[in-house]
């Protein structure tokens, strides 16, 4: 008996064995492939940092009829006009990478923000004259191009194009007394260029900033240097004053700022 048991257990293990070897195998499934990280496509997003100037310094002189004022030491020839502040905005642009990881990208970007660039300054001349001057910035915009080097989800960019800006420019001269006996304003939207470079980090999903956790919120430092030229300011004779001054006042700084932005197609 105990070898007819045995003898139907091997039987029945020959013959699973034989079964499962007739089984058709199971194709081999590779894992999915790791995403690679493109800076490729349009983004926007907000900005904050610090702007001051760099060349601040207002100049005075008389014209036709002739104003001894500056000659005699009653007029400032020239004042220093320094301007630092807050500024704010947002930006929207569109990358384009030649290779996906690592590699060239090349792109453009457009931003507006708020400046916080307010200065009047007074001087008091050798014959009791006080001059006054005012600058006001209320917001710089630029237009610029980008070019740099992405390694994998950090970029180093160089940049540069056009600027433009919101200024307002007034200067009085008064008597001793404190009349006032010169006077101009003017206000324009002046144009020049903007210049600099930054650096710019695809931040986790795991990120306290990146509230969509997703792979395409990113965070951004550069540093800009804006010229947008010089600007001449009529100073006329107000009531029975005779002639007129010339007040030239320059528009060049930098700032700094700190930037994240929401990429689209990651």
């Known amino acids: 008996m105990r070898k007819i048991v045995a003898s139907l257990t091997a039987?029945?293990?020959l013959t699973a064995a034989a079964s499962a070897a007739d089984l058709p195998r199971r194709a081999y499934t590779p894992p999915p492939p790791v995403p690679v990280f493109t800076w490729a496509g349009p983004y926007f997003g907000i900005n904050a940092g610090y702007i001051t100037s760099t060349k601040d310094s207002v100049?005075?002189?008389g014209v036709f009829p002739v104003?001894?004022?500056v000659r005699v030491g009653d007029r400032p020839a020239a004042l220093g006009l320094p301007r630092d502040g807050f500024t704010g905005g947002g930006q929207?642009?569109?990358?384009?990478q030649f290779t996906p990881g690592s590699g060239f990208v090349v792109g453009a970007e457009a931003d507006l923000g708020y400046t916080?660039?307010?200065r009047t300054r007074s001087t008091t001349g050798r014959l009791g004259g006080i001059s006054t001057f005012r600058e006001l910035g209320s917001f710089l915009g630029t237009v610029r191009g980008r070019v740099g080097y992405a390694f994998d989800r950090t970029l180093v960019y160089g940049t540069g194009g056009f600027a433009y800006a919101s200024e307002t420019y007034r200067g009085v001269f008064q008597t001793a007394t404190g009349q006032p006996?010169?006077?101009g304003s003017s206000a324009h939207v002046e144009t020049g260029y903007a210049a600099g470079g930054g650096i710019e980090f695809a931040l986790p999903t795991d990120s306290v900033f990146n509230v969509f956790h997703s792979s395409a919120v990113t965070l951004k430092g550069e540093a800009l240097y804006y010229d947008l030229g010089r600007r001449t300011v009529p100073l006329v004779a107000v009531g029975p004053g005779v002639g007129a001054y010339a007040?030239?006042?320059r528009n060049e700084g930098v700032l700094g700022r700190f930037g994240l932005n929401?990429?689209?197609g990651s």
């Open 262 to 264: 929401y990429k689209f």
């Open 67 to 69: 104003n001894n004022g």
């Open 247 to 249: 007040a030239r006042f």
């Open 116 to 118: 916080d660039l307010n």
């Open 181 to 183: 006996n010169f006077y």
């Open 92 to 96: 929207l642009g569109y990358n384009y």
């Open 59 to 61: 100049t005075t002189a």
């Open 11 to 13: 039987f029945t293990a």
